[in-house]
């Protein structure tokens, strides 16, 4: 199994910005991919941006191109999402997944609240 535990949220103002961090445990090895999905109120879960854990190759959904970057720290066992020029769309709960090897389940974190005020 795989713990994720995210944080960096928070409220910020239009234009600002934020990063956030999800640490994995446990299983950490098998992990091979990571991302950030973000769900609003009312909406469905969406996919924001992608990460592969070895070679480090990223995608991102369009409406977060050019302002969002998301990395990771191997040795950390830690993804990042660095968000700017936030604007009050992006406001949302925002969750880290881990994609494993194998035929293991997805994990997901528990989710971090992250709120733009015009």
């Known amino acids: 199994q795989v713990q994720l535990v995210e944080s960096g949220g928070g409220l910020v103002q239009a234009g600002g910005s934020l990063r956030l961090s999800c640490a994995a445990s446990?299983?950490?090895?098998?992990?091979?991919?990571m991302g950030w999905f973000r769900q609003a109120s009312g909406k469905e879960r969406e996919f924001v941006a992608v990460?592969?854990?070895?070679?480090?190759?990223?995608n991102y959904a369009d409406s977060v191109k050019g302002r969002f970057t998301i990395s990771r720290d191997n040795a950390k066992n830690t993804v990042y999402l660095q968000m700017n020029n936030l604007k009050p769309e992006d406001t949302a709960v925002y969750y880290c997944?881990?994609?494993?090897?194998?035929?293991?389940?997805?994990?997901w974190g528990q989710g971090t609240q992250v709120t733009v005020s015009s």
């Open positions: 446990g299983r950490a090895d098998t992990i091979y991919r």
């Open positions: 990460v592969s854990w070895r070679g480090g190759g990223t």
């Open positions: 997944k881990a994609y494993l090897l194998g035929s293991s389940p997805d994990y």
